[in-house]
C-alpha cells in the first residue's frame, strides 16, 4: 500500500475492521487467536465440522476457507476470513452474526448455561400498578385507566416477569382510541415488553430469576388453530369473537408462556436501547431476511414509511441491498427514509412517478416491492405497475376490502397464511409472497441487532422514550401521532 494520506486511511480502517471483527467473533463465542492479522483464523477443531461449518458460510454469502489435516495439525482444524478496509461495519456485523448462527447450529458454541433452579417463588407483592382498557372511554375522553390489580402467579410451563421496558405497537395505538370494540374490558394491554424473571412456573427448567428477556407477543391455546396476542386478544372462537387473551406489559409484572421468552444479550441490555422494540421490529426483519436468503438484494422499492417501512429499509441496508426506493405520500417521512440510506424516495402522487422509476431501474422496474402500506387498491395497483418482468411482490400491508384480491385470493388471507404465489399480471409473470410474524427468526434477529451497534442506535432514532410507565395514559390523551413515530418506556417507579 502506498505511502500517501489515502494509504494511511486505508492502513486505519483495516485496523479498525480486523479489531471490529476479530472482538465480534470472540463476543459471539469462538476461539480466534490474538493479533492483528486481516487474515482472521476462527478456531474450530473438528474438520469435518469445519467444512460444514464453512460450506453454511458460503450459502449466505460469508466467503471463508476451511483448513485441516494435514494442512494444520489434526484436531486444529479452523476457518480463515480475510477482513478488508473497504469492509462496511454493516458487513462485518452481518458476517460475525452468521458465524454465530452458524457456531450455534454445529454446536460449536453455546450460549452461557443457565442454572436450573426448578419451581422458584420468590416473595411477592399482592397488588401492582397497571393500565387496563375499557371499551366504554372514561370522563378524561380515554380508554386506559391507572389500576392496583393483583399481582399474577406462573402456571407450570410460566414465567412472571417484573417489567423493564415497554414500546408502544400502533396497534395499540389505535386499540387506546376505542377502534377495535372486541377487545375485552379490563384487559391490560401491551405486546412489545422486556423484562427480568421474578418467577418460575412449578416445572419450569432453564431458566434463572433475574435473566432478562424480550417477549413473543403470539400464543397458542390447545383446540385452537389460530394464535392469540399477548393484551390484544385470545384465539378465534367458532361463534364469533375472541377468548380473552393474556394479560400484558403495561403493568409493573406480567405472565407468559416460556415459549414466548427469549433471552437477550448483555449487549443489548444498555441504557441506549429498549430490548422490546425487538418484538416491534420482528415483522420487518423477517421480510428483509426473506430477500436476503432468497438472493433478491438487487433494486428493491419498499412502499410505505412508517415504522414498519423505515424499520423494513433499515435491515436491507444492513444487509446490503444494492438500491432502495421508498415511496411515501408524507413529505417527513420520505425525509426520515433518507436519513435512514435510501438511494431515493418518492412522492406516490407526483405527476413524474414514471419517468423517476424508469430512470432509477434502467427502464426494467423493480426486482422487489415490499407493500407494508396496503389499505387501498391504488397502494397493491402501483406495487404491481413498478415491478419488473418476473418480479417479487411481498405483501404485509393488510388491506380492510376483502374485495381486494390477487389470483382470486383476498390479500390479507395470502399474508397471514403466508402464501406463496405466481400469477401474470400485464404481461408479466409476478412471484407473490405474503409474509407477518416473527417464528423461526428470533435468533437470527437478536444476533444481528447485538453484533451492531449502529443498527441498534439507527433502530432507537425511531423510538422516543417518553420516562416512566406512570405517563402512559396522560401521554395517549396528548400524543401528536404525526411527530413521535413509536413511543417507549421505562418500568413503574423508574425515575428517569
Not at 480502517?13 to 465480534?24: D, H, K, Q
Request: aromatic share 8%; with cysteine; net charge neutral.
Amino acid at each position: 500500500m502506498a505511502a500517501s494520506p489515502e494509504g494511511d486511511q486505508l492502513r486505519v480502517r483495516l485496523a479498525e475492521n480486523t479489531a471490529r471483527f476479530r472482538s465480534a467473533l470472540r463476543e459471539a463465542g469462538f476461539s480466534v487467536p490474538e493479533g492483528g492479522h486481516p487474515i482472521v483464523p476462527v478456531m474450530v477443531g473438528d474438520a469435518s465440522l469445519a467444512g460444514r461449518m464453512a460450506g453454511r458460510l458460503l450459502e449466505q454469502g460469508i466467503y471463508v476457507i476451511s483448513f485441516s489435516y494435514p494442512v494444520v495439525p489434526e484436531g486444529k482444524a479452523r476457518i480463515r476470513v480475510q477482513v478488508s478496509a473497504l469492509h462496511t461495519p454493516e458487513q462485518l456485523d452481518r458476517a460475525a452474526a452468521a458465524f454465530a448462527r452458524a457456531g450455534r447450529e454445529f454446536g460449536l458454541v453455546r450460549k452461557a448455561p443457565v442454572p436450573v433452579r426448578g419451581s422458584v417463588r420468590p416473595e411477592l407483592p399482592e397488588k401492582m400498578q397497571a393500565w387496563v382498557y375499557y371499551n366504554q372511554a372514561g370522563a378524561d375522553g380515554g380508554h386506559l385507566r391507572l389500576e392496583e390489580v393483583a399481582v399474577p402467579r406462573p402456571h407450570p410451563g410460566e414465567l412472571l416477569l417484573k417489567v423493564l421496558g415497554v414500546t408502544v405497537c400502533g396497534t395499540d395505538e389505535d386499540l387506546f382510541h376505542g377502534k377495535f370494540q372486541e377487545v375485552h374490558d379490563g384487559v391490560i394491554p401491551g405486546h412489545e415488553i422486556f423484562g427480568s424473571v421474578a418467577a418460575l412456573g412449578s416445572n419450569v427448567r432453564g431458566f434463572e430469576i433475574g435473566q432478562k428477556l424480550c417477549v413473543e407477543s403470539h400464543y397458542q391455546i390447545p383446540g385452537y388453530l389460530e394464535e392469540g396476542i399477548i393484551g390484544l386478544w385470545g384465539p378465534k372462537i367458532a361463534r364469533g369473537g375472541y377468548l380473552r387473551p393474556l394479560n400484558g406489559g403495561y403493568a409493573e409484572y406480567v405472565k407468559i408462556p416460556t415459549y414466548c421468552a427469549h433471552p437477550i444479550p448483555e449487549v443489548l441490555d444498555h441504557p441506549g436501547f429498549l430490548p422490546s422494540i425487538l418484538e416491534g421490529v420482528g415483522n420487518d426483519f423477517l421480510i428483509a431476511k426473506y430477500l436476503l436468503d432468497q438472493g433478491l438484494l438487487g433494486t428493491v422499492g419498499v412502499v410505505g414509511c412508517g415504522p414498519h417501512g423505515l424499520f423494513t429499509q433499515m435491515f436491507l441496508r444492513h444487509f446490503g441491498v444494492a438500491r432502495l426506493a421508498a415511496f411515501e405520500v408524507n413529505a417527513a417521512r420520505l425525509k426520515l427514509a433518507a436519513e435512514f440510506g435510501v438511494d431515493l424516495g418518492l412522492d406516490a402522487r407526483v405527476a413524474d412517478l414514471d419517468r423517476r422509476v424508469a430512470d432509477f431501474t434502467g427502464g426494467a422496474g423493480f426486482d422487489v416491492m415490499v407493500d407494508i402500506a396496503g389499505g387501498q387498491r391504488g397502494v397493491l395497483e402501483t406495487c404491481l405497475k413498478y415491478l419488473r418482468d418476473r418480479g417479487t411482490l411481498v405483501l404485509f400491508g393488510l388491506y380492510g376490502d376483502p374485495a381486494i384480491q390477487l389470483a382470486g385470493q383476498p390479500i390479507n388471507d395470502i399474508i397471514f397464511n403466508q402464501r406463496e404465489l405466481q400469477l401474470e399480471h400485464a404481461g408479466k409473470r409476478i412471484r407473490v409472497r405474503g409474509i407477518t410474524g416473527r417464528e423461526g427468526i428470533w435468533d437470527s434477529l437478536i444476533d444481528t441487532v447485538a453484533l451492531s451497534r449502529p443498527l441498534q442506535d439507527k433502530i432507537m432514532k425511531l423510538v422516543t422514550v417518553m420516562g416512566t410507565l406512570e405517563k402512559l395514559g396522560g401521554d395517549t390523551l396528548a400524543l401528536d401521532r404525526r411527530r413521535i413515530m413509536k413511543r417507549g418506556y421505562r418500568p413503574f417507579g423508574a425515575g428517569f
